[in-house]
C-alpha cells in the first residue's frame, strides 16, 4: 500500500472517523477547519500517530503545521523523512 | 435553605434511559445484571447501561472522541433538559444555566486507556486525545460545549459522597442567585479493572444476587449509569416533580441525619454489611423503608437514581414497589407499594462514614 | 451592592519555590528558580522537559505513606494554614468546619504498576487502589482533623484551586460552616508527564510566560490552602483576619476540550462577574496574578483578555516560580496573591524578557511595589473551565 492511501486508512481508524472511508478523502483535501473537520486535538494525536505508523517524529508544531495541511503534504513529509 | 424544585429528569442505568423505561422498571421489576467476562479471572454480574438513545441527539462525527462515560453524562443531560423542557433558543438562558458533574471514578475506561497508550508503545506514544479525556471535568465539559452551556461549571468527585455534594453546590448557586436553573448529574462507569477490585475486595461470585440489606456478606454488584436532574428555585413557579425541601450531611464521626420517627425513608443500602450496619445504628426503628438498588446496582450514583425514584413517586403520590423487604429483626416496615406518600427522605451512608438525607416533598405542598 | 468578605485566618503553601508560604515567596522576590529533569521518576522521551518538582521531604502531617502524595502535600499546606490561624485539633472541635479541595489527578485510580500488572493477566495486590480510596484529599483531611462538616473536592483541571476556594468561601457566607479549610493540590507524577507532553505544551527549557519566545509550560507541584473563617468565630477568638474573599465567579468556554476559547469569552466572564460579584472597579486592582502557563495559545488569549479589561492593572504569572501545578495552582497563587498585597510588591514575571507584539502585555519585569489593598487571581482550564477569586485586606472597600 503506498504511503497516501495507508495515511487515508489510519486517519479514519485511529480518529475514529466513522462518518467517512478513507477512499473518500482526497488527496489534497484540507485537514483542519473546514474540509475535513480536524480540530487542534487531532492534529496532535496525528503527531503520535505518524510516530506509531511510519516511525517518522514531527518535533513541534513549527514542523507540524505545513506536513499536517494535506494527505499529499503529509506524505510527502513521511516519505522525505524515510529517506 | 431556599428550596429547589425538580423540574426535569434525565437517567440512563440497567434499567434503560428515561422515566418512561424507569418506571417500567418500577412497576414490573425484573431488571438483570449482565455478565462481564473481562473482570479478572471470572464473569461478574455488572448492571451496565446502554447509551445508543443518544444518536438522537448527536451524529457519529460529534461523538467519534466522545468516551461510554461522557456519552452517559450527555444521554443524561440532553434527556434532563428535553424533560423539563428546557428552553435553549435565548442566549441569556444559556449563560444562566451552571452545570454540576459528579463522579466517584470520574472516566475510568480512558485513564486506563491512557496508560494502555503508554504501555504499549512507550512514553512518547501517549494519547493526547486519551489524556484529554480521562480528566474528571472532560463530561461537563463535553456538556458545556454540546448544549452551547456558558455558565459556571463544577465537576466535583468525593467517591459515594459525591452526589450530595452536588445538590450542596446547586443550591448554593441558586441561592447566591448565580444561575436561574442548575443541571445537576451523577455519571459513573464500570470498567474491568473496577470489576477486578470488586472480586478481590467483595468476594463477588458470578452467582451473586444483590441482597441491599444483607448484614452477613456482601452482595453489592456494580453498576453504572448517569443520573441529571434540571433544578429551578422552588418559588419560580414552574412545573416538577418534587420539590428538595431540606438536605442534612456529615459524618458519622460527629452527628447523624435527623430522621422524623415514622417517615418514609428511601434508603442506598447497596449490600455492604458495613453500612447496612451504620443504617441499623442511625434509622429510627419505626421507619418506613424501600430500596431501589437491585434496578441499577451500586455505585455513586445510585444515591442520585434514588433520588430520581423519590421524585417519580411524589409526582404521582403514591410508592413503588421495593425489590426487597428489610429483615425482621431491623423492625422497618416496608414502605408498602401504592401508600398515599407526601414526602419522602432518601438516606445514604457511605462505605467512609459520610452520610446524607434528602428531604423531598410533593410539589404543591 | 457590596456582600461582606470573607475572612482569611491563616495561609500555608508548599511548592517548587518553597516549603511554606513565607520562604516561597521570599525566594521569588530573589528571582530564584530551578527547574530540572523529574527525579521521582524517569520516562524513555527523546527530551527532556524541566519541573518544579518538591525534593525535601514534605513537613508533617504530609509525611504518610499511606496516602497518595497529593493528599500529603494537602496536610503539609493545611497543617501550616492552621497553624497559621493558631488553630488545632483541639480548637476545631465543636466548630462546623468544612474541607473543599481542588485536584485533578490525585484521586485517579492510575497506579501503574498495579495497572500493568492487571493487564498482563496477573493477579496485582490491592494495596494501591487502598491507598487510592484512602486518599480523596478533602475526607482525608476531615478524618485528619476529625471535622464533620461539608466536604467536597472540585476536579475542575487546572481551575480547581481557585473554585475550591471559591466554594468554600460561599460556605461561610450561607452560614453553613464557621470555618473552611480550602485549597487545591496535586502531585507530579508520570501520568501528567507524559499527558501533557504528547499534548506538546511543554517546554524544554524554564517557562516564560508571555515572552515572545515561550514555548510551553514546566509541570510542578505543590499545595495551597487559606482557613476561611466566619466573623463571629474570629470575633470570639479575638483574631484579626489577614486578607479577605471579596469575590468569586466561575465561566466556562463551550468552546473545546483543551483549547480556550480565542476570545476568552469564558475568562471574560468569569472576571467580570468575580469584580462585580466583589462590588469593585477593575482600577482598584493593585494587580492581578495571571494563569500564564507559557504555552503559546493559554498566553496569547489570557493577554487579549487582560489588555481589554485591565489595561492599567499590573500583571504577574508566578508559574515561572512554581511550575504549573495543575489543580494546585490557583490555591497556591491564591496564597501568593495574599503575601503580595501584605507586603505590597510583587516579584517580576519569571522568564520574561521580550514583550510578544501578538499579545501586547508586559507584566512585571522587576521586583514590583504595588498600591492597593485588592488583587485578583485567575485560572483557565482544559474543558473551558474559567474561574477567578477577588482577594482584598480590608473586608469592606
Not at chain 2, 467476562?37 to 460529534?62: C, F, H, M, W
Not at chain 2, 470488586?198 to 453498576?223: N, V, Y
Not at chain 2, 451500586?298 to 434514588?306: G, I, K, M, W
Not at chain 3, 504555552?295 to 516560580?321: I, Q, R
Request: one cysteine or more; aromatic letters at 6%; charged letters at 20%.
Amino acid at each position: 500500500m503506498d504511503t497516501k492511501a495507508k495515511l487515508k486508512q489510519v486517519l479514519v481508524e485511529e480518529l475514529n472517523l466513522e462518518d467517512v472511508t478513507p477512499d473518500e478523502i482526497e488527496d489534497d483535501e484540507i485537514l483542519f477547519g473546514e474540509g475535513l473537520g480536524l480540530d487542534s486535538l487531532d492534529a496532535v494525536e496525528l503527531v503520535v500517530v505518524v510516530q506509531k505508523h511510519f516511525g517518522v517524529e514531527i518535533k513541534d508544531m513549527d514542523e507540524g503545521r505545513p506536513a499536517l495541511q494535506s494527505i499529499n503534504t503529509l506524505a510527502a513529509f513521511i516519505e522525505e523523512k524515510q529517506g | 435553605m431556599m428550596e429547589m424544585r425538580i423540574s426535569g429528569l434525565g437517567i440512563a442505568g440497567a434499567f434503560g434511559c428515561g422515566t418512561r423505561e424507569l418506571r417500567a422498571a418500577l412497576e414490573h421489576g425484573g431488571v438483570k445484571p449482565s455478565f462481564c467476562a473481562d473482570a479478572g479471572a471470572q464473569s461478574i454480574p455488572v448492571y451496565r447501561a446502554s447509551t445508543t438513545a443518544l444518536e438522537r441527539y448527536l451524529n457519529k462525527r460529534v461523538l467519534r472522541r466522545i468516551d461510554h462515560f461522557s456519552r452517559l453524562a450527555l444521554l443524561g443531560a440532553f434527556e434532563a433538559l428535553e424533560d423539563g423542557e428546557y428552553n435553549f433558543d435565548f442566549i441569556p438562558a444559556r449563560e444562566r444555566l451552571g452545570v454540576v458533574l459528579c463522579s466517584g471514578f470520574g472516566a475510568l475506561s480512558t485513564t486506563f486507556r491512557f496508560l494502555d497508550s503508554v504501555m504499549d508503545d512507550g512514553d512518547s506514544f501517549a494519547s493526547p486525545t486519551a489524556f484529554s479525556n480521562s480528566v474528571h471535568n472532560a463530561a461537563a465539559a463535553h456538556i458545556s460545549m454540546q448544549l452551547g452551556i456558558t455558565g459556571p461549571g463544577q465537576t466535583l468527585s468525593q467517591f459515594d459522597h459525591s452526589f450530595i455534594s452536588g445538590v450542596q453546590q446547586a443550591q448554593m448557586w441558586l441561592e447566591e442567585k448565580r444561575v436561574d436553573a442548575v443541571l445537576l448529574g451523577t455519571v459513573d462507569e464500570y470498567c474491568s479493572v473496577l470489576g477486578y477490585c470488586w472480586e478481590r475486595f467483595l468476594g463477588i461470585k458470578p452467582s451473586t444476587q444483590m441482597r441491599p440489606f444483607a448484614s452477613d456478606s456482601s452482595s453489592a454488584l456494580p453498576g453504572e449509569g448517569a443520573a441529571f436532574f434540571l433544578l429551578r428555585p422552588q418559588q419560580d413557579g414552574s412545573a416538577g416533580y418534587a420539590r428538595i425541601s431540606g438536605m442534612e450531611c456529615g459524618h458519622v464521626r460527629g452527628s447523624s441525619p435527623r430522621l422524623g420517627s415514622g417517615a418514609p425513608l428511601i434508603l442506598g443500602c447497596e449490600g455492604y454489611p458495613d453500612t447496612m450496619n451504620m443504617y441499623r445504628e442511625h434509622l429510627p426503628a419505626d421507619a418506613a423503608v424501600a430500596c431501589y438498588t437491585p434496578l441499577y446496582g451500586a455505585s455513586p450514583v445510585a444515591p442520585a437514581f434514588d433520588v430520581a425514584i423519590a421524585a417519580l413517586a411524589l409526582e404521582r403520590g403514591k410508592a413503588y414497589p421495593a425489590p426487597a423487604a428489610p429483615p425482621a429483626e431491623t423492625g422497618w416496615a416496608t414502605l408498602s407499594s401504592g401508600s398515599a406518600v407526601e414526602t419522602l427522605t432518601c438516606v445514604d451512608f457511605g462505605v467512609g462514614g459520610e452520610y446524607s438525607a434528602l428531604h423531598r416533598a410533593r410539589p404543591c405542598l | 451592592m457590596q456582600k461582606p468578605g470573607v475572612g482569611i485566618s491563616g495561609a500555608g503553601c508548599v511548592c517548587g519555590a518553597g516549603m511554606d508560604l513565607a520562604t516561597a515567596y521570599v525566594s521569588m522576590l530573589t528571582g530564584e528558580r530551578n527547574p530540572q529533569a523529574p527525579q521521582r521518576f524517569s520516562t524513555t522521551h527523546a527530551d527532556t522537559y524541566p519541573v518544579f518538582e518538591i525534593l525535601s521531604p514534605l513537613p508533617a502531617p504530609g509525611t504518610d505513606a499511606e496516602l497518595l502524595r497529593t493528599t500529603r502535600l494537602a496536610l503539609s499546606a493545611a497543617h501550616e494554614a492552621l497553624n497559621d490561624a493558631q488553630l488545632d485539633r483541639e480548637l476545631l472541635r465543636g466548630l462546623r468546619v468544612g474541607v473543599c479541595i481542588g485536584t485533578t489527578v490525585g484521586s485517579a485510580m492510575n497506579s501503574e504498576e498495579f495497572y500493568r500488572d492487571f493487564r498482563s493477566g496477573k493477579t496485582p495486590d490491592m494495596a494501591p487502589i487502598e491507598r487510592y480510596l484512602r486518599s480523596n484529599p478533602a475526607a482525608a483531611l476531615a478524618r485528619h482533623y476529625q471535622l464533620d462538616g461539608p466536604s467536597q473536592v472540585v476536579a475542575n483541571a487546572c481551575s480547581s484551586g481557585t473554585d475550591a476556594i471559591g466554594v468554600g468561601a460561599a460556605w461561610i457566607r450561607a452560614g453553613l460552616c464557621d470555618m473552611v479549610i480550602a485549597g487545591g493540590a496535586d502531585e507530579l507524577c508520570r501520568t501528567t508527564y507524559n499527558g501533557f507532553a504528547s499534548l506538546m505544551i511543554t517546554d524544554t527549557r524554564a517557562c516564560r510566560p508571555f515572552d515572545v519566545s515561550r514555548r510551553g509550560l514546566n509541570l510542578g507541584e505543590g499545595a495551597g490552602v487559606l482557613v476561611l473563617e466566619s466573623d463571629a468565630v474570629l470575633k470570639r477568638r479575638g483574631r484579626r483576619a489577614r486578607g479577605y474573599v471579596l469575590g468569586y465567579a466561575n465561566a466556562t468556554d463551550s468552546h473545546h476540550l483543551t483549547a480556550p476559547h480565542p476570545e476568552g469569552r469564558g475568562l471574560k466572564a468569569a472576571l467580570a462577574r468575580a469584580i462585580s460579584d466583589a462590588g469593585i472597579e477593575a482600577q482598584q486592582l493593585a494587580f492581578l496574578n495571571a494563569h500564564g502557563t507559557g504555552t503559546p495559545d493559554n498566553d496569547k488569549v489570557e493577554s487579549k483578555v487582560l489588555c481589554e479589561l485591565f489595561p492599567e492593572v499590573p500583571v504577574v504569572s508566578t508559574k515561572g516560580y512554581t511550575g504549573h501545578t495543575l489543580g494546585a495552582a490557583g490555591a497556591i497563587e491564591a496564597t501568593l496573591t495574599l503575601v503580595g498585597l501584605e507586603q505590597g510588591r510583587i516579584p517580576a514575571n519569571a522568564g520574561f524578557s521580550q514583550m510578544d507584539p501578538a499579545l501586547g502585555l508586559t507584566p512585571t519585569t522587576a521586583l514590583t511595589p504595588v498600591q492597593g489593598s485588592i488583587a485578583v487571581s485567575e485560572s483557565l482550564a482544559f474543558g473551558g473551565n474559567n474561574a477567578a477569586l477577588v482577594l482584598g485586606l480590608e473586608e469592606h472597600i
